[in-house]
T-cell receptor
Framework: GQQVMQIPQYQHVQEGEDFTTYCNSS?????IQWYKQRPGGHPVFLIQ?????EVKKQKRLTFQFGEAKKNSSLHITATQTTDVGTYFC??????????FGTGTQLKVEL | KAGVTQTPRYLIKTRGQQVTLSCSPI?????VSWYQQTPGQGLQFLFE???????NKGNFPGRFSGRQFSNSRSEMNVSTLELGDSALYLC??????????????FGPGTRLTVL
């Protein structure tokens, strides 16, 4: 089945710095979702991207879907300690089956 | 509206035993999916139920099974537990089952430790 590779695996930033995580697929995707999981918590849905070249913003978070629909990115501007957690991309495999990327663990230092 | 609930939250079992985990979806949600999360393998899809029927299945051995009741509550069962089954088991509910994505809401998970 389809898979997504996610990089980097870890990212350690100072508060106020920007952060970006990337998801890449070798095949064209119909859509991609992004989830956030806080330490000790469960995944929480952030957004879904469907259209080629789509860009969506949620406050300091910017999500992009590549023109070829083979990659996506999540960019956080001026990170805060509340951004700490693991960010996952996911793709659907029919119905509600999600295939998750390996996740990027973000740590933010004061 | 209450979120997805999972019971128990923590469980310790020994190898060879079996375990049943329970998930109550958000009221009105009819689809329930189960995921296994481990540090090594990440988040992996187990199976999905909608209207008491299994709609999707992941690549897990037959020791992993599930079911869904008429009230949409779901249970998953793992028989003959192995050490590698130690994981966080997450349940996710969504409103319906279609060919396109439906937003999924995850429960807090059941942390299973196999000794």
């Amino acid at each position: 089945g389809q898979q997504v590779m996610q990089i980097p695996q870890y990212q350690h930033v100072q508060e106020g710095e920007d952060f970006t995580t990337y998801c890449n697929s070798s095949t064209t995707l119909s859509n991609i979702q992004w989830y956030k999981q806080r330490p000790g918590g469960h995944p929480v849905f952030l957004i879904q991207l469907v259209k080629s070249g789509e860009v969506k913003k949620q406050k300091r978070l910017t999500f992009q879907f590549g023109e070829a629909k083979k990659n996506s990115s999540l960019h956080i501007t001026a990170t805060q300690t509340t951004d700490v957690g693991t960010y996952f991309c996911s793709i659907t495999g029919g119905g509600n089956k999600l295939t998750f990327g390996t996740g990027t663990q973000l740590k933010v230092e004061l | 509206k209450a979120g997805v609930t999972q019971t128990p939250r923590y469980l310790i079992k020994t190898r060879g035993q079996q375990v049943t985990l329970s998930c109550s979806p958000i009221s009105g949600h009819r689809s329930v999916s189960w995921y296994q999360q481990t540090p090594g393998q990440g988040l992996q899809f187990l199976f999905e139920y909608f209207s008491e029927t299994q709609r999707n299945k992941g690549n897990f051995p037959g020791r992993f099974s599930g079911r869904q009741f008429s009230n949409s509550r779901s249970e998953m069962n793992v028989s003959t537990l192995e050490l590698g089954d130690s994981a966080l088991y997450l349940c996710a509910s969504s409103l319906s089952w279609t060919s396109s994505y439906n937003e999924q809401f995850f429960g807090p998970g059941t942390r299973l430790t196999v000794l």
